[in-house]
């Protein structure tokens, strides 16, 4: 691991590394993971790491206490400052580089002249009622770390909320070529969320703080009961704090995940914040809530069973199996069709742009359709069979199918197979399965199924080399490589029928939806 306190230093080194990495043998190039905190690492800090880790082959981490985004009376001087212990954290967790400026070398004092100014609406709401000027510091300090570190992708904790729609709109707005990352809040047994100011709390504070979660649970308890009304649930947050005296609430309140914009009710998604003093300390936590129906990720291995797996639990439980197959094949489609070499990465980046897939659900076998016409057989000639796999490793073409996959996926009901769905597509799905088989096993099945279509007898020894590489490629290449989800549940189909793994998943799923009723019971 390296460690670099000045730009000069981080820049050189990552052209060198650019350089020596070797454009990769299915299409992509090594991809750069950057994760920007403001050090005193903790177990919410490691999850983006390793989120981060997986996915890229270099990881950036800044630490900078950032001096843009604290207010005159706020804890600057105060904030904890742990560099050898995070450098120690890095190392462990794969980091391959800390960017650890200065504030001279950052140009933050005195402070810089040119600013990010995001949308003013977004910044005057939740903390930004106390925190003058805190999210333009921020924007402006994490738009400079992008441009130096030039990352593909950027993580940020869900834990901060407003910052993340704040940057995630900035992105849009100035088309910064970085994927931002949202991740998920990583909390304490007692439910308080990890920050690096819960330094400040006293044993007797923290054990005060965990009514903060408690508060949000109740709330998300009355959601999956029904509620709907903003003004309901955000007192039933009201009512767990108020048990707690010395807890002082800033701001409880719900407003749209993405704008920020205040809701009365909440139809598809809320996201509800809050912030109080505890003390001479601030916290803030949130929770969304999301009124969908559950989404079940099935991932593994080529050839152990995962579509026809998928398509029979879809069809059991009444949800909708969401072909992204048949999505890349609509999409090659789509590319021959307009007489584009498959290979004109850049063109077929246009078109993936312009191609809207949509399935027809009302019909026994879906209709799949592009910008509104029926191709559901024009995709399953063999000619877009011939070149389906070209199109799909490319990384523009993931990338944009992978958002429409998400927005098919708004308002669940669905079963989607793959190798990175759950970690990837959906990974805040709601039951996600990671089904595998031994090689031996799979190069069994496999010869069966060339057997049952008349094929030509295939050597099981030749067979089980083919799934071997096959499983290496699939882990290692850049594109959506194979992943198991650590909340995954794993089951091995060894000596399971397809009706066994079916009736494990129905159950699984079964189990799920029933324990989340009786939370919402439980209030
Ligand atoms: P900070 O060092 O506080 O600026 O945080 C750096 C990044 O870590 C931000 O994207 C935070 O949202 C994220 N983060 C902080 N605490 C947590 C947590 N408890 N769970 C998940 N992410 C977190």
Redesign the pocket.
């Known amino acids: 691991m390296r460690l670099f306190t000045t730009v000069a230093g981080l820049r050189c080194y990552l052209k060198s590394v650019q350089k020596k990495q070797p454009v990769a043998t299915d299409s992509a190039e090594s991809t750069i993971g950057f ?6 690492l ?1 177990t ?2 490691l ?2 790491i390793e989120r981060a880790r997986q996915e890229n082959q270099i990881v950036v981490v800044s630490i900078f206490v950032n001096p843009l985004q604290f207010g005159v009376n706020e804890d600057f001087g105060r904030y904890p400052r742990t560099l050898e212990r995070d450098r120690a954290l890095c190392e462990q967790a794969g980091v391959d580089v800390i960017f650890a400026p200065t504030v001279a070398e950052m140009a933050t004092v005195p402070p810089i002249q040119t600013r990010v100014q995001p949308p003013a609406e977004m910044m005057s709401g939740l903390c930004g009622v106390v925190r003058p000027g805190h999210f333009e510091g921020v924007a402006t300090i994490v738009t400079k770390f992008f441009n130096l570190v030039q990352p593909d992708r950027a ?6 909320a407003q ?2 729609a704040i940057l995630q709109q900035v992105v849009r707005d100035l088309n910064l070529p970085v994927t931002i990352v949202p ?5 304490e047994p007692s439910g308080l ?4 100011r819960n330094q400040y709390l006293s044993d007797e504070e923290r054990i005060k703080a965990s009514a903060l979660y408690r508060g949000l649970s109740q709330a998300e308890k009355l959601f999956r009961s029904g509620e709907r009304v903003s003004a309901t649930l955000v007192q039933a947050v009201k009512q767990e704090l108020e048990k707690v005296p010395s807890l002082q609430p800033e701001y409880i309140e719900l407003v749209d995940p993405m704008t920020l914009k205040s809701l009365d009710t909440v139809t598809d998604e809320g996201l509800l914040a809050l912030a109080a003093r505890l003390g001479s300390t601030r916290l803030i936590d949130n929770t969304i809530l999301r009124d969908r129906r559950p989404i079940i990720a099935i991932d593994g291995p080529a050839g152990a069973g995962k579509s026809t797996v998928a398509r029979s639990v879809a069809k059991q439980l009444g949800l909708f199996y969401l072909d992204t197959g048949a999505m890349y094949r609509a999409l090659t489609w789509f590319v021959l069709e307009a007489g584009v070499d498959l290979r004109d990465e850049p063109a077929v980046a246009e078109l993936a742009h312009q191609c809207e897939i949509d399935f027809q659900t009302d019909t026994a076998i879906p209709v799949v359709l592009v910008n509104g016409q029926d191709v559901t057989q024009a995709i399953r000639t063999p000619e877009v069979t011939a070149h389906v796999s070209t199109i799909a490793a490319q990384a523009a073409v993931r990338e944009a199918l992978v958002k429409q996959q998400q927005s098919y996926g708004r308002r669940g009901g669905i079963v989607v197979d793959g190798r990175d769905i759950g970690t990837h597509v959906f990974p805040d799905a709601e039951v996600k399965i990671y089904l595998t088989a031994s090689i031996q096993e799979r190069a069994r099945r496999r010869q069966l199924d060339l057997k049952s279509m008349g094929q030509p007898a295939a050597n099981l020894a030749d067979l089980e080399q083919a799934i071997f590489e096959r499983d290496r490629k699939d882990s290692t290449r850049t594109i959506s490589p194979l992943r198991k989800a650590s909340d995954a549940i794993e089951i091995q189909s060894d000596a399971m029928s397809v009706a066994d793994v079916l009736n494990t998943i129905v159950t699984l799923y079964q189990e799920k939806t029933a324990s989340l009723s009786l939370d919402s019971l439980e209030i």
């Open positions: 994760v920007p905190t403001m050090g005193a903790h919410g800090h999850s983006l993580y940020f904790g869900q834990k901060d910052q993340l991740c998920p809040i990583v909390r969320a990890l920050s690096s």
